[in-house]
């Protein structure tokens, strides 16, 4: 069974800083990419960052330079850190397992619950 743990979240002003964690259980995340969507009421749910089995990484360009992905391949872990955060920031953000970005769609294999993050105006 593969499961993934979200937490971190919570409220937030405008251009403070939160720090997301998730860690998988049922595989070890060393030959996957690794990642991050979330969604807002009434949006679609879009891809946030992700991180390689080499540690390359890509991120979505309304959050690159204010985001960072991080992993831990002994704990099975992966971090997102939120800086400089905006109201548009405010969504359910879901860690995900076997990211594949193709082209502006990007997809994944395996789903977190999700964990909350309000920014507020």
């Known amino acids: 069974e593969v499961q993934l743990q979200a937490c971190g979240g919570g409220l937030v002003e405008v251009g403070g800083s939160l720090r997301l964690s998730c860690v998988a259980s049922?595989?070890?995340?060393?030959?996957?990419?690794i990642g991050w969507f979330r969604q807002a009421p009434g949006k679609e749910r879009e891809g946030v960052s992700y991180?390689?089995?080499?540690?390359?990484?890509r991120y979505a360009d309304s959050v690159n330079g204010r985001f960072t992905i991080s992993r831990d391949k002994a704990k099975n872990t992966v971090d997102l850190q939120l800086n400089s955060l905006k109201p548009e920031d405010t969504a359910v953000y879901y860690c995900?397992?076997?990211?594949?970005?193709?082209?502006?769609?990007?997809?994944?294999?395996?789903w977190g619950q999700g964990t909350q993050v309000t920014v507020s105006s």
């Open positions: 991180i390689n089995s080499d540690d390359t990484t």
């Open positions: 995900a397992v076997d990211v594949r970005g193709f082209g502006s769609t990007w997809f994944a294999a395996h």
């Open positions: 049922g595989l070890t995340f060393d030959d996957y990419a």
